[in-house]
């Protein structure tokens, strides 16, 4: 067993580091880097410390469209590239499991999405605090200048543990996608299906709470219990927006378990969408 | 006796083509042995099942009926594939790896431990006439480059079955020879390889034993000493034979009622002419393209 976690871990390494040397990865991150440094102009408006909010709400929006994008369009090259180069056959012509070689590849992209959240919340990070910086330091400079500056409002604070805990559930998010398309690629036969059904079922996951709203008042029972299958099915990504909540200071406060429950709720999806790519890739033939 | 290194029984493998499933019969009640320490041939046209049998030997097709088992094994478990070393057709390697570092990473997936991972990976660098290269990316590697480091990936975990699918496609005669030269070597390690190619002239000079297929059926089995023997024709190589000596041998012949039945000038193989002229070259055996 143990060997089989070490083949798990060598094929994520390997996967990691071709993904890494993709154009499409690299083009990504750095179109990402890009917006995140453009909400610079955010100072034209005078915003005031709100500007702060404007900037974090602008390079999460990006780090969230880009890291989508990257979950589903990564996985499926990556899935694919193994396929139609024949390098799986060498590899699973090994003694290798075929869960250790979904898991490895599973894995592999998930480090890719760690290294992406995690590179674009340090830079926004580092961009509020330089911002939230040059706020305090006016504001001290007017108080010390004698004049009644009025105080940096709190909400307006970035909270940095918070910031980090959202990449943590972004990056969980982003893997269950992940999961979700090596699912669709272990039984599609091209790289284009897989994509737009993965986009497809995103946008479900994403939108899911409005179907939520219209199913409640779903009267036949028939048709009430197959939406609450479908909601079960389809992993609601609104729970982990909780993370969002967390950048600045909220009128009420989060819940405690908030975060946690989001956590559980997505590592079992990953698990789950993980098996069944699993078992599904198990009766295809290389 | 032993254990056959491969041991296919009835196999039969169809596929369902389009959404109608209509069904392809690639493998017809197929059964043969291969036993341990041969050099054995698998050959056919294209389509004639060739590929669906190795995949099976390998484990990646499930077979529609029947059994194969590698020495004693079902193919299909990660023990009997532990047994195993795979080249495939044209192989594609991670182009950035360089080729120790491929090298390693297939030892490392198959359980080569790490001390004396690097010792391992150097000797079936060196066996392939890779040492040289081993540094430079595989991006950058000729054809017949990859296909050495692709055996070197195959046999670096030390398995007692070989199986090579089209070794020398696209490699010139040098690379061709060498690669020859290799699946001897395997041989006398002790190795089996299960040859599959289209290079016949290969095949008569490595085989022990082969199979011939044809639309998924087995057409012919056996030695090839025995396949290719032509019952009651034996060959002479005389050398300074003058019109006058033939002559006489035919008297001679005719006497003991036997006849003679072609004379003609001996010649060269074409792959020896090409040696002769070109020569073995160093740098080839060295890792050059």
């Known amino acids: 067993m143990m060997a089989a976690f070490g083949q798990v871990w060598q094929i994520a390494r390997l996967t990691f580091l071709e993904a890494v040397r993709q154009r499409f990865f690299n083009f990504l991150l750095l179109l990402s880097l890009a917006l995140i440094g453009s909400a610079y102009f955010f100072r034209q408006f005078d915003f005031g410390p709100q500007e702060l909010r404007f900037s974090a709400d602008f390079g999460l929006g990006g780090i969230m469209f880009f890291g989508s994008i990257l979950a589903v369009v990564a996985t499926a090259q990556l899935f694919f590239g193994e396929i139609e180069n024949r390098t799986a056959l060498t590899m699973l012509a090994k003694p290798v499991r075929r869960w250790s070689f979904i898991a490895g590849k599973l894995l592999g992209v998930s480090l890719l999405i760690f290294v992406f959240v995690g590179l674009l919340t340090a830079v926004l990070g580092a961009y509020l605090w330089w911002r939230q910086g040059e706020y305090i330091s006016a504001w001290h400079t007017a108080k010390l200048a004698g004049e009644q500056p009025t105080e940096f409002p709190g909400e307006m604070r970035v909270q940095f543990a918070g910031l980090a805990v959202n990449a943590l559930l972004q990056w969980l998010k982003f893997s269950v996608l992940a999961a979700i398309t090596m699912l669709v690629a272990s039984f599609s036969n091209t790289n284009l299906y897989t994509v737009v059904v993965s986009f497809f079922i995103f946008l479900i996951c994403q939108l899911q709470y409005i179907a939520h709203d219209a199913w409640a008042g779903i009267q036949s029972p028939l048709l009430a219990g197959l939406a609450w299958l479908l909601g079960k099915l389809f992993p609601n990504f609104q729970l982990f927006a909780v993370g969002e909540l967390l950048v600045f200071p909220t009128a009420i406060p989060v819940p405690a378990g908030a975060v946690a429950t989001a956590m559980g709720y997505g590592i079992l999806y990953l698990v789950g969408f993980t098996a069944l790519a699993v078992g599904s890739f198990r009766s295809r033939e290389i | ?289």
């Open chain 2, 1 to 289: 006796m032993s254990t056959p290194a491969i041991r296919i029984q009835h196999l039969t493998k169809d596929f369902r083509l389009g959404l109608r499933g209509i069904k392809l019969r690639a493998v017809d009640d197929l059964s043969f042995e291969v036993a341990d320490n041969q050099v054995f041939g698998l050959l056919g046209p294209n389509g004639s099942g060739k590929s669906t049998t190795m995949k099976v030997i390998l484990g990646l097709l499930e077979p529609t009926q029947g059994e194969c088992e590698i020495f004693g094994l079902r193919s299909d478990s990660v023990q009997a594939r532990r047994l195993v070393g795979y080249l495939p057709e044209s192989p594609y390697f991670y182009r950035f790896l360089s080729g120790r570092e491929l090298v390693a990473y297939y030892a490392g997936i198959c359980g080569v431990p790490k001390v004396g991972r690097a010792k391992r990976v150097a000797e079936v660098l060196d066996l392939v006439g890779l040492s040289a290269a081993a540094d430079r990316r595989v991006g950058t590697y000729s054809k017949g480059m990859l296909q050495r480091v692709g055996l070197a990936q195959a046999v670096v975990h030390d398995p007692r079955l070989v199986i090579l699918d089209e070794p020398t496609a696209g490699v010139d005669p040098i690379g061709a020879i060498a690669i020859t030269e290799l699946i001897l070597e395997l041989k006398r390690r002790g190795k089996t390889v299960l040859l599959c190619s289209h290079l016949l002239a290969q095949v008569e000079d490595v085989c022990d034993h082969l199979v011939i297929l044809n639309q998924g059926k087995l057409v012919a089995e056996g030695a090839v000493s025995e396949l290719l023997r032509r019952e009651g024709v034996s060959n002479l190589a005389v050398e300074n034979f003058t019109p006058a000596m033939r002559a006489e041998v035919e008297a001679v012949l005719a006497r003991h009622g036997a006849r003679l039945r072609q004379a003609e000038p001996a010649r060269v193989a074409l792959d020896d002419l090409f040696l002769e002229k070109i020569g073995p070259g160093d740098g080839k055996k060295k890792g050059a393209p």
